[in-house]
């Protein structure tokens, strides 16, 4: 085995965030979990199903490709498709056979899919409505000239939901007014004889920022995996990260003053310096964002990356750590104090959390915590010589 980096995921963690944020909601609201993008990163089939044996009420997929990955896992629980499902006949079959609801976001789309539903079937949907994100969903004026279709058509509304654009940010008023349209436009449907069952707005910044946001059902995402869309959002809301990602020194080598690293040489040697190697890179998912900005977290002492990070390699200033040797685990982000923020070091690559998480390659395996057998951690093999290439396999 030649592994570069690992992700250890933990799944403890995971049932905890979701139990605090039950905890963060008034009784009856249900938490739709949002497993989309591989669950942001970490395994969309474990945590659906580590999700589903902790009760929660809904999961939602981004797409109906997505939807089958969760099923082929064993998970039966309520399912939205948040990019709902092409308008033919194969589609709406194995979102039948799925048992999956697909969201309806555009008026020719919901027109063409009605025509495909076979004849004295009812298919369960979702109904979106655009408050303000103008990106996906009906208008209020589209929806209502859907009423015809929505309330005597092949469709059973079960939900109508919209999303929020800046709950996160520190003026309530955006959100608010997103509320408020929601609001109006659920009404309006219902005086028309459009009456859902489960109404939701709130995604994981909405969940933390007010409760009047929650109404029956809650979509958490980033929360879920134990960060915030802010870092002073919820702040009483006991959050773990489930990520770990991981990857080892495989070579240290001693510079002198004036010695350029990497590609472009956009960092020298101000000292004599120590520098050690990483066998991970931007084909794995550390962002190229963060060459001379990032730092990592090695023997409990952090280290700066220096230098620009290249496909397959990163490297790092050990100067600070003398101790610091080929073959150390050293962490690229995670939990615990000594680990780096994503969210923070998503801001230094100045891009967000969330693109890091969902940016960690397939390549890289997902491995539950307690389940590192096979791990590249137990498999590295080093002599202990600080300079020369060792890979994790012993070779060198």
Not at 322 to 332: F, H, K, M, N, Q
Request: aromatic fraction near 4%; proline fraction near 6%; hydrophobic fraction near 45%.
């Amino acid at each position: 085995m030649n592994a570069r980096a690992v992700c250890v995921i933990d799944l403890d963690a995971l049932a905890a965030n979701l139990s605090a944020l039950r905890r963060a909601l008034a009784p009856g609201v249900r938490i739709c979990a949002v497993v989309k993008a591989d669950a942001y990163g970490h395994g969309a089939a474990t945590c659906a199903r580590t999700l589903a044996a902790s009760g929660v009420d809904w999961l939602a997929t981004a797409s109906l490709e997505e939807a089958r990955v969760v099923r082929s896992a064993g998970v039966a629980t309520p399912l939205l498709v948040l990019g709902g499902i092409e308008p033919s006949r194969a589609a709406v079959e194995e979102a039948c056979r799925l048992d999956v609801v697909p969201a309806l976001l555009d008026a020719d789309e919901t027109a063409a899919l009605a025509t495909v539903v076979p004849a004295g079937q009812r298919l369960r949907v979702h109904l979106k409505i655009d408050t303000g994100m103008s990106r996906a969903g009906l208008t209020p004026t589209e929806a209502r000239d859907l009423v015809p279709l929505l309330r005597d058509g092949p469709f059973e509304v079960h939900g109508i939901y919209s999303h929020l654009a800046c709950a996160d940010a520190p003026d309530p008023g955006s959100w608010r007014q997103q509320l408020a349209g929601f609001e109006v436009a659920s009404a309006d449907l219902a005086a028309v004889g459009v009456r859902p069952t489960l109404r939701h707005l709130a995604n994981s910044a909405g969940l933390l920022a007010d409760h009047a946001l929650h109404l029956d059902m809650v979509r958490p995402g980033l929360a879920l995996y134990g960060h915030r869309p802010q870092p002073d959002l919820g702040a009483a809301v006991n959050l773990s990260p489930v990520m770990e990602f991981a990857t080892w020194i495989s070579q240290i080598r001693t510079l002198p003053p004036g010695t350029g690293v990497g590609y472009g040489w956009t960092w020298r040697a101000r000292r004599q310096t120590r520098l050690a190697t990483l066998p991970v890179g931007y084909a794995q998912g550390y962002s190229r964002g963060l060459s001379n900005r990032g730092e990592v977290a090695l023997r409990g002492q952090r280290a700066p990356v220096v230098g620009n990070i290249s496909m397959e390699h990163t490297t790092i200033d050990v100067t600070e750590i003398p101790e610091a040797r080929a073959g150390d685990r050293v962490l690229l982000w995670g939990a615990g104090p000594e680990a780096p923020d994503v969210m923070a070091l998503g801001c230094a690559a100045e891009t967000i959390g969330y693109e890091l998480l969902t940016g960690v390659a397939p390549s890289v395996r997902r491995v539950p915590r307690g389940h590192l057998s096979d791990a590249p951690e137990s498999v590295a093999k080093t002599t202990g010589r600080e300079d020369g290439e060792v890979s994790f396999d012993g070779s060198r």
